[in-house]
């Protein structure tokens, strides 16, 4: 019995722990300021170049020099990374969950914005994890009583 009950509680672990990945398409918000900044818009496709180091393009709105399109890198170590946008050089932060892109224009706060990633529920914790968790409870709970 108690070899099922820390086979659950391991499964349990394993499937709330999520892998960190910045490749995807992107939705950016409304938050980045179009009337005085370059902002990414449309779809945002985040693509892998090489290890800690990604191609993003974007549809680009705004104050942009005349530009429709951007593409950037984007340079990252764990959940935070940079990249530039026009001349500014951005703070970009990745969710733990990896659904959230969080671009921090630190001279310039109404120049940020978010991405959320299509595709991927953002905020929602796997089913699967939650039915774990009662089962085990139940187990531990059964366990103490009998």
């Known amino acids: 019995m108690q070899v099922m009950v820390l086979f659950l509680f391991v499964a349990i672990v394993i499937g709330s722990t999520q892998s960190q990945t910045w490749a995807g398409t992107y939705t950016p918000d409304s938050s980045c300021d179009t009337s005085t900044c ?35 890198n984007l340079y990252t170590s764990g959940y935070t990374g940079w990249m530039m946008v026009a001349a500014d050089n951005d ?42 968790g009662y089962v085990l409870v139940g187990i531990v709970i059964n366990t103490l009583i009998a």
């Not at 902002?39 to 892998?48: D, R, Y």
């Not at 170049?49 to 993003?56: D, E, Q």
């Open 38 to 72: 370059c902002c990414l818009s449309g779809q945002a496709i985040v693509t892998s170049s090489s290890a800690n180091s990604y191609t993003v393009q974007s549809g680009a709105s705004g104050v942009c020099g005349g530009a429709v399109t951007f593409t950037g």
């Open 91 to 132: 703070t970009v932060t990745l969710s733990s969950d990896s659904h959230i892109v969080t671009v921090t224009n630190p001279s310039r706060s109404a120049c940020s914005g978010q991405g959320i990633k299509n595709g991927s529920p953002t905020q929602h914790v796997n089913i699967i994890t939650y039915v774990i």
